[in-house]
C-alpha cells in the first residue's frame, strides 16, 4: 500500500540549514516531489527526484534519496523567514500519475 | 504562461445544501486533477481526467461527488448535499500528459466551509 510520512514541525534559526525528512512505503515509486504551501495557497513545486537517482542540488535545496530506507529529505541551506511554510513530500508510482502526499511539515524560520 | 485557475477562492455553505467549483487549467494540459485538502493534512487525490475522460476517480464519493471536464479543458467540481465533512480546500492541478516526470501545477484552491 502507500503510506507518506513527515514529521509534523521543524523550527530554525535564519541563515541556519533545515532539513526536512520524508518516509514512504511504496517501493515502486518512480518519482518523489517536494511542494512548498504557503499560507492561503496552493502548492509550489520545489523540486523532484526520479527513483534512481541518490541526490539532487538545485541552489539552496538538496534532495537526498535513499531507496532502500525508502527515505527522502530535502536541506534548504541558508534558511530565511521567506522559507516559513509548509512542505509536503509525494510520491509517484507506476500505477498511473497519481500522487500520494505526506502530511507536511510545518517549517517555522526564527529571526 | 498563466497559472492554474480556480473560482471561487471561498465558499461558506449550509449543510445539505449544493455547491461547485470550477478550474481553468494551464493552456495545453491535458490532463488535470482535483484534490482534497482536509485541514492539517496532505492533499488526497478525488478525481484525474485525461482530455476530457476519466482516468482514475476510485477516491471520489460518488453519493454525493461529481466532476466533469465536457470539453477537454475547464472542469467543475460538485458536491451535492454538502456535509460538515466535506469542509477542506478544493485544488485542482494539471499537467501537460500522464505518466513519466510529468510535473503537476496547482492553483490556489477553493476554501469550503460547510455550516
Known amino acids: 500500500g502507500e503510506d507518506v510520512e513527515q514529521s509534523l514541525f521543524l523550527s530554525v534559526r535564519e541563515g541556519d540549514s533545515s532539513v526536512i525528512n520524508c518516509t514512504y512505503t511504496?517501493?515502486?515509486?518512480?518519482?518523489l516531489y517536494w511542494y512548498k504551501q504557503e499560507p492561503g495557497a496552493g502548492l509550489q513545486l520545489l523540486t523532484y527526484?526520479?527513483?534512481?537517482?541518490d541526490m539532487k542540488q538545485d541552489q539552496r535545496l538538496t534532495v537526498l534519496l535513499n531507496k532502500k530506507d525508502k527515505h527522502l529529505s530535502l536541506r534548504i541551506a541558508d534558511t530565511q523567514t521567506g522559507d516559513s511554510a509548509i512542505y509536503f513530500c509525494?510520491?509517484?508510482?507506476?500505477?498511473?500519475?497519481?500522487?500520494?502526499f505526506g502530511g507536511g511539515t510545518r517549517l517555522m524560520v526564527k529571526p | 504562461e498563466a497559472g492554474v485557475a480556480q473560482s471561487p477562492r471561498y465558499k461558506i455553505i449550509e449543510k445539505r445544501q449544493s455547491v461547485a467549483f470550477w478550474c481553468n487549467p494551464i493552456?495545453?494540459?491535458?490532463?488535470l486533477y482535483w484534490y482534497q485538502q482536509i485541514l492539517g493534512q496532505g492533499p488526497k487525490l478525488l478525481i484525474q481526467?485525461?482530455?476530457?475522460?476519466?482516468?482514475?476517480d476510485s477516491q471520489l464519493p460518488k453519493d454525493r461527488f461529481s466532476a466533469e471536464r465536457l470539453k477537454g479543458v475547464d472542469s467543475t467540481l460538485k458536491i451535492q448535499p454538502a456535509k460538515l465533512e466535506d469542509s477542506a480546500v478544493y485544488l485542482c492541478?494539471?499537467?501537460?500528459?500522464?505518466?513519466?516526470?510529468?510535473?503537476?501545477?496547482f492553483g490556489p484552491g477553493t476554501r469550503l466551509l460547510v455550516l
Open positions: 509525494a510520491e509517484k508510482t507506476n500505477a498511473g500519475n497519481m500522487l500520494t
Open positions: 527526484i526520479f527513483s534512481n537517482m
Open positions: 493552456s495545453g494540459h491535458a490532463t
Open positions: 511504496d517501493s515502486s515509486s518512480t518519482y
Open positions: 481526467f485525461q482530455n476530457n475522460g476519466v482516468v482514475d
Open positions: 492541478a494539471s499537467s501537460q500528459r500522464r505518466g513519466g516526470g510529468e510535473t503537476q501545477y
